[in-house]
């Protein structure tokens, strides 16, 4: 296990306590000192723990940080599994990169935080992607640390996925954060309305169903409850209400200027998801 941060050390604690061999490797040794003191190898040099065993497992801050460990390894005939948060792009070249070394790659994206890891009843997991063969051969290791979902033989679609995900989360975090600005100057508790946004953002989330449905079949109109017309008539109110509470509307406009376009485009029967390939460059 190459990285000790917040992330690996998790990661290593978990495969730890399951009484897997491990060795372990940070670049500032203190972080590795308390495994020293609970038994487990530590090496002083990233080769020397790469040297250990077939799987090597690096999570390190960035893409740049795991060229700078593995440069000065020796990686022929190693199992790499990255769990470092990386682009797609980046994933598909450092996969070649380790071709070229000998090596077998498994990308990863770990859909968890630190406290998740180890907890099976927290609901963490970490995408998998690139080598299938790689990643059967290791599920059940994998799988100690948190929940495993492959999700292709393309080493990008891990950081992928990873990456949509939590794009959308920033999506939910943008429009909780208008709300509670809404209600920041008025007698509300914001830990009143927090329960209420939580169920109304649950309520709303199995919409991403039809979103998908619409794609796959290319018509935005079956199925829609809140016509894009309808919607767009609405956005006065919302603008209105942020004027007036003294509230910026710079994270609600972007998303309403794309439902203008698409409506101008003549789609207003549609549902929202013509927007979609407005994004697309
Ligand atoms: N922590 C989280 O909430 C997220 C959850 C989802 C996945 N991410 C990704 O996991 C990767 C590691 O994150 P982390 O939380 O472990 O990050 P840090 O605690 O900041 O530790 C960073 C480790 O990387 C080492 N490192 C950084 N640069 C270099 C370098 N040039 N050469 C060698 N090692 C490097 C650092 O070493 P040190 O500072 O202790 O010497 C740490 O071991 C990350 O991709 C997240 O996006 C976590």
Request: aromatic fraction near 6%; hydrophobic fraction near 45%; include cysteine.
């Amino acid at each position: 296990m190459l990285g000790l941060g917040a992330m690996g050390t998790a990661l290593a604690r978990a495969w730890m306590a399951a009484g897997h061999p491990l060795t372990v490797w940070n670049r500032t040794p203190a972080r590795a000192a308390a495994f020293d003191a609970e038994g487990v190898r530590v090496t002083d040099s990233a080769a020397k723990a790469v040297a250990a065993n077939t799987l090597v497992v690096v999570c390190l801050l960035d893409d740049a940080a795991v060229e700078e460990v593995l440069a000065g390894t020796d990686l022929t005939g190693k199992d790499l599994v990255n769990l470092t948060t990386s682009t797609p792009v980046q994933a598909r070249a450092r996969a070649e990169w380790t071709r070229e070394r000998g090596a077998r790659y498994l990308d990863g994206g770990i859909m968890a935080v630190p406290p998740m890891i180890g907890v099976p009843e927290a609901g963490g997991y970490a995408f998998y992607s690139g080598s299938r063969q790689l990643f059967e051969r290791h599920q059940e290791t994998l799988s100690v640390p948190t929940g495993t979902t492959y999700v292709g033989e393309d080493a990008g679609f891990a950081a992928l996925h990873d990456v949509a995900l939590l794009s959308a989360m920033y999506g939910m975090f943008a429009g909780a954060a208008h709300a509670f600005a809404l209600i920041r100057r008025e007698d509300i508790d914001p830990t009143s309305l927090a329960p209420l946004l939580a169920d109304w953002l649950v309520a709303m989330a199995p919409a991403v169903h039809q979103t998908a449905d619409q794609l796959r079949s290319g018509d935005y109109t079956t199925g829609v409850v809140s016509t894009l017309a309808m919607q767009v008539a609405g956005m006065p109110t919302f603008l209105r209400t942020a004027e007036q509470q003294g509230v910026s509307p710079e994270l609600l406009s972007p998303y309403f200027a794309l439902m203008r376009r698409r409506l101008a485009e003549g789609s207003g029967e549609e549902d929202l998801t013509g927007t979609i390939d407005l994004l697309l460059r």
